[in-house]
């Protein structure tokens, strides 16, 4: 156990709707990551968030978008979503924001049916 | 630009094998960190190890080693008497700044199967 806590597990969702994915980080952790995995795309970097702010962006949709609370769980929104968009979600989270070792989440398996 | 090549997709070798996973990376940063992660079939991530550009120090820990040879941008990992329990999906990874944070890009993985 990574102490990344991801949720929900599993989401089933339909084309054109709008899903939350939550992000709790190990205690103590200020940097959040999050990634894509999909088996045409491989893993992908997201975004970045340290202690709150966007710090990097990487292969992330317009219709995607993060944030980081002051008690520093994360959400990534998916919205108008497509097929394509089917894949696993994982969130990790690290002490600082230079790349330290990032401890991952169990994950979020996203299907857009 | 910034790159992970793993050419190996996938490798089968029988318990107690050696077995060495390739890793090829290109960047334009003279800072950098290179990181092993392992994903068993249950799914999850797993932190290997972490490397920045100026430590080229060769690794061991148990049955793992790592070799960082920047003269030709590899990052190889070998895993010594392989066991059934090293079946996984193994990536190597990159990190390097970007626009005021890190950006992690990861190679496609390689599939260790080790067999009984």
């Known amino acids: 156990d990574s102490g990344v806590t991801q949720t929900p597990k599993h989401l089933i969702t339909a084309t054109g709707q709008r899903v939350t994915l939550r992000c709790s980080p190990r205690?103590?952790?200020?940097?959040v990551y999050w990634y894509q995995q999909s088996l045409d795309q491989g893993l992908q970097f997201l975004i970045q968030?340290?202690?709150?702010?966007?710090?990097a962006k990487g292969n992330i949709l317009e219709r995607f978008s993060a944030q980081q609370f002051p008690d520093l769980h994360s959400e990534l929104n998916l919205s108008s979503l497509e097929l394509g968009d089917s894949a696993l979600y994982f969130c990790?989270?690290?002490?600082?924001?230079?790349?330290?070792?990032?401890?991952f989440g169990p994950g979020t398996r996203l299907t857009v049916t | 630009a910034q790159k992970v090549t793993q050419a190996q997709t996938e490798i089968s070798v029988v318990e107690k094998e050696d077995v060495t996973l390739d890793c090829v990376y290109e960047?334009?940063?003279?800072?950098?960190?290179l990181f092993w992660y392992k994903q068993p079939p249950s799914g999850e991530l797993v932190f290997l190890i972490r490397?920045?550009?100026?430590?080229?120090q060769n690794e061991i820990s148990g049955r793992y080693s790592w070799n960082f040879q920047k003269s030709t941008s590899s990052f190889n990992f070998t895993i010594t008497a392989s066991q059934v329990v090293d079946s996984a999906v193994y990536f190597c990874?990159?990190?390097?700044?970007?626009?005021?944070?890190?950006?992690?890009?990861f190679g496609a993985g390689t599939r260790l199967f080790v067999k009984a």
């Open positions: 990790a989270s690290s002490v600082r924001d230079s790349p330290y070792e990032q401890y």
């Open positions: 205690s103590g952790d200020l940097s």
């Open positions: 968030y340290y202690n709150g702010e966007e710090r």
């Open positions: 960047t334009r940063d003279t800072t950098y960190y």
């Open positions: 490397r920045n550009s100026f430590d080229e």
């Open positions: 990874a990159l990190s390097e700044s970007y626009t005021g944070g890190f950006k992690t890009i």
